[in-house]
């Protein structure tokens, strides 16, 4: 077991870190400002006890590549909703391809059409309600997970479509509130 409740400001330093996992922890906080890691590609954060919102830090990351962000349970959905609308809205907007946040909390999933390079999304078993913006014709995500949540349809751009289909090489709706399958093909 770790006792580690925060990282301090000087993490910054740490130029060339590439990598993040904070996993299983009572972690409390990281800094408001990670914009010093400028190598950092991947941070996952998972089943930290004690969090109990997004770190706004993980906005400030100039290159990030991958997030994961799964069963932080103190993290409220609203919270996770604001989070995700400050992410598409990041520095890191443009390099962010891999999105997985399974098993957190989160009603709403705001506008994420600023995310251009995401090929792989995994929000499954979180209670999504609403997806409030389609991401559209333009939009390729070969993989698209949204299994177990409360969905009862999908929004959809001018052309009918919720995320372009022509590269989808998976896609999961399973275990929804849909009365029929949504027509976004």
Not at 16 to 26: C, D, F, V
Not at 64 to 75: D, P
């Amino acid at each position: 077991a770790t006792l580690i409740y925060s990282l301090p400001n000087e993490i910054n330093n740490l130029k060339k870190l590439e990598s993040l996992y904070i996993a299983y922890s009572p972690i409390e906080a990281i800094p408001d400002d990670l914009s010093g890691l400028e190598s950092l590609t991947e941070l996952e954060m998972f089943s930290c006890t004690e969090i109990t919102d997004v770190p706004a830090g993980i906005m400030t990351l100039p290159k990030l590549g991958k997030l994961t962000f799964s069963s932080n349970l103190k993290v409220t959905p609203a919270q996770m909703t604001a989070a995700l609308t400050s992410l598409n809205n990041s520095p890191s907007a443009g390099t962010i391809h891999t999105l997985s946040i399974p098993n957190q909390p989160v009603e709403i999933i705001p506008d994420l059409t600023n995310l251009v390079r995401l090929s792989s999304v995994n929000v499954q078993n979180c209670g999504i309600k609403e997806f409030t913006t389609a991401f559209g014709k333009d939009h390729y995500i070969p993989s698209f997970l949204a299994s177990n949540n409360e969905l009862e349809d999908l929004p959809r751009d001018a052309d009918g479509y919720f995320v372009a289909i022509e590269d989808v090489e998976e896609i999961n709706f399973s275990h929804n509130k849909f009365k029929k399958l949504p027509n976004i093909f």
